[in-house]
């Protein structure tokens, strides 16, 4: 057993690294550690992290991987595959960190800024425009109601609003015109959709 805890950990046959990480062999644990730091902190340094964030990262990674070898979660042939497992597991906990970082700001900083203030008065400005309008429209008489309805809220065409009216399509359209004409006085504005 002596010998063992002198030995090197890359001299370790995978299944033996295994069953010491399982006694808890604190050695073997700290020779595990110390082999995979480096790695980690080129990857988080690289990817916009400090050391810091290194060293919490590569805690998370290796308990993950100290857990999932007590609990038999972890099968392997190469005996390298614990160093490579305790990366991958490092490297997606840095992904999850940087992205939830970024969704953040996204969120909770652009979406304050520059959409709902803006949008907030441009849906109060519309809101107010379009209460005139009806508020307008139902002053007209029924025929321009219809005719203006059919139009613009159903997009009928005017062929098909001649047969609703009972008139010919040449005057259905003289008639949009005046309709359209009396709600322009009346609101000072001109409706969307003219076609």
């Not at 916009?48 to 964030?53: A, P």
């Not at 970024?102 to 849906?123: A, G, Q, V």
């Not at 062929?159 to 949009?176: G, P, V």
Request: glycine share 2%.
């Amino acid at each position: 057993m002596q010998k063992t805890k002198t030995q090197k950990f890359n001299d370790l046959p995978l299944n033996r690294t295994v069953v010491l990480i399982k006694k808890n062999d604190a050695a073997t644990l700290k020779e595990l550690y110390k082999t995979n730091f480096a790695k980690v902190k080129r990857y988080v340094l690289k990817n916009n992290g400090d050391e810091q964030q290194a060293k919490d990262v590569y805690q998370e990674a290796f308990l993950a991987m100290w857990r999932n070898i007590k609990d038999d979660k972890f099968s392997s042939v190469s005996e390298t595959a614990i160093n490579g497992y305790i990366f991958q597991i490092a490297k997606h906990k840095w992904l999850d960190y940087v992205r939830s970082v970024k969704y953040k700001n996204t969120t909770f900083i652009n979406r304050e800024i520059e959409y709902d203030e803006p949008e907030t008065d441009e849906n109060e400005a519309q809101n107010r425009k379009i209460k005139l309008i009806m508020e307008s429209l139902s002053s007209l008489g029924e025929r321009c109601q219809l005719l203006l309805k059919l139009f613009y809220f159903e997009r009928k065409p005017f062929k098909e609003i001649a047969e609703i009216m009972a008139m010919d399509e040449a005057s259905a359209r003289n008639a949009k015109y005046r309709c359209q004409e009396q709600l322009k006085k009346l609101t000072q504005i001109i409706p969307n959709g003219s076609k």
